[in-house]
């Protein structure tokens, strides 16, 4: 980026832990790929879940500077879905992103830079995968929108490619179970799931629905097509449901370089009760999903506790004397974790270090 006009760009990092997984042929975007990101009715969809308040308003401060950027309301939108919104998945906002930025391609150069670092600074601090996302996107200092649209294209084939080895690989460890327990929603389980029913597999489903995030109601929608057995439980009466479970399926945010992960509220109670019940617990993500060592540190996460005033207190006077705030995040140390599915196979915790 040295020798170009104007001013400093805004530096959002290196993107080795990306360069190092990727190895698949550039693809060209395809004319699918374009028409989705431009579809209207992304735009209006993007505005819709905004207005029926699906928001965890935990940066209205930093939305409205970036709405003092100049972004229009259907790009602010989109924005507020990537780092504020319910809308779930790490792979996900990855590609919300890559939307975002093809889609205010062209504009001045230092409000391009300042709205990629307030992703990576926020979201992608969250969830590497987002920031690692964002640093592929850009590293060739190409800002066309041609040139966005067929390096995302890119991403989007690197990603389908790291999921179909791990779904298959995850499909294999799982053959015989019966019973599998998943708490909090994750595409990455949901896929597994999917993997399993398409080869002939009938597990029954246990879904504990967390009472912070309803993360198990998107598994309904989603899974409900597959007419498996399943059971919509509450979070706290996980452990009457571990009984001849094979497994606790958990998805991740983030994977840390010790073999932990990172994942919402009630994934580390979830794990201890299943090591409690002898239940094997199985975090689902690809490695790209890892931190950098240098991100694993104790250093408190730029996005603010989610004041959850509003699940804990309906009907109940609002009182400057009652903290209703919480972390949505938590860990899941490795030794919680019997195996983690990858695209590299079931690995152990601490074996996932050393694989690149």
């Given at each position: 980026?040295?020798?170009?006009a104007g001013p400093a760009p805004v530096s959002i990092g290196?993107?080795?832990?990306?360069?190092?997984?990727?190895?698949?042929?550039?693809?060209?975007a395809s004319d699918a790929w374009r028409r989705r990101i431009?579809?209207?009715?992304?735009?209006?969809?993007?505005?819709?879940?905004?207005?029926?308040?699906?928001?965890?308003?935990?940066?209205?401060?930093?939305?409205?500077?970036?709405?003092?950027?100049?972004?229009?309301?259907?790009?602010?939108?989109?924005?507020?879905?990537?780092?504020?919104?319910?809308?779930?998945?790490?792979?996900?906002?990855?590609?919300?992103?890559?939307?975002?930025?093809?889609?205010?391609?062209?504009?001045?150069?230092?409000?391009?830079?300042?709205?990629a670092k307030f992703i990576v600074d926020t979201r992608g601090?969250?969830?590497?995968?987002?920031?690692?996302?964002?640093?592929?996107?850009?590293?060739?200092?190409?800002?066309?929108?041609?040139?966005?649209?067929?390096?995302?294209?890119?991403?989007?084939?690197?990603?389908?490619?790291?999921?179909?080895?791990?779904?298959?690989?995850?499909?294999?460890?799982?053959?015989?179970?019966?019973?599998?327990?998943?708490?909090?929603?994750?595409?990455?389980?949901?896929?597994?799931?999917?993997?399993?029913?398409?080869?002939?597999?009938?597990?029954?489903?246990?879904?504990?629905?967390?009472?912070?995030?309803?993360?198990?109601?998107?598994?309904?929608?989603?899974?409900?097509?597959?007419?498996?057995?399943?059971?919509?439980?509450?979070?706290?009466?996980?452990?009457?449901?571990?009984?001849?479970?094979?497994?606790?399926?958990?998805?991740?945010?983030?994977?840390?370089?010790?073999?932990?992960?990172?994942?919402?509220?009630?994934?580390?109670?979830?794990?201890?009760?299943?090591?409690?019940?002898?239940?094997?617990?199985?975090?689902?993500?690809?490695?790209?999903?890892?931190?950098?060592?240098?991100?694993?540190?104790?250093?408190?996460?730029?996005?603010?506790?989610?004041?959850?005033?509003?699940?804990?207190?309906?009907?109940?006077?609002?009182?400057?004397?009652?903290?209703?705030?919480?972390?949505?995040?938590?860990?899941?140390?490795?030794?919680?974790?019997?195996?983690?599915?990858?695209?590299?196979?079931?690995?152990?915790?601490?074996?996932?270090?050393?694989?690149?």
């Open positions: 980026m040295a020798g170009r290196r993107s080795e832990p990306v360069r190092r997984t990727l190895n698949v042929h550039d693809r060209c431009d579809l209207p009715a992304n735009r209006r969809c993007c505005r819709e879940a905004l207005v029926t308040g699906d928001r965890r308003f935990r940066l209205d401060h930093q939305l409205k500077a970036m709405g003092d950027q100049g972004l229009d309301p259907s790009e602010l939108d989109l924005l507020a879905r990537i780092v504020d919104g319910f809308e779930l998945g790490a792979s996900r906002h990855a590609e919300l992103a890559h939307e975002l930025l093809i889609q205010i391609a062209g504009t001045e150069q230092s409000r391009f830079d300042a709205i601090a969250e969830a590497p995968v987002v920031a690692y996302a964002v640093r592929w996107l850009l590293e060739n200092d190409q800002r066309s929108r041609p040139a966005l649209a067929a390096r995302a294209a890119h991403w989007t084939a690197l990603i389908a490619q790291l999921r179909a080895k791990l779904v298959a690989g995850a499909v294999d460890h799982l053959r015989f179970a019966e019973k599998l327990i998943l708490f909090d929603y994750s595409g990455t389980v949901a896929d597994i799931v999917e993997g399993l029913a398409a080869h002939g597999q009938r597990p029954t489903l246990t879904i504990a629905e967390s009472r912070a995030l309803d993360g198990g109601r998107p598994y309904l929608r989603r899974l409900a097509r597959l007419q498996l057995p399943m059971r919509f439980v509450f979070d706290a009466a996980l452990e009457q449901e571990l009984d001849k479970a094979q497994a606790l399926l958990l998805g991740a945010e983030s994977l840390t370089p010790a073999g932990g992960l990172i994942n919402t509220l009630g994934s580390r109670g979830a794990a201890r009760l299943a090591n409690a019940h002898g239940v094997p617990v199985l975090g689902c993500a690809e490695l790209i999903k890892r931190q950098a060592a240098a991100d694993h540190s104790s250093a408190p996460s730029p996005v603010p506790p989610r004041d959850f005033s509003d699940k804990l207190l309906p009907g109940v006077e609002r009182s400057p004397m009652i903290d209703c705030r919480q972390d949505e995040l938590e860990l899941v140390p490795p030794q919680l974790i019997d195996y983690l599915l990858t695209e590299h196979g079931p690995l152990r915790p601490q074996a996932s270090m050393g694989v690149t």
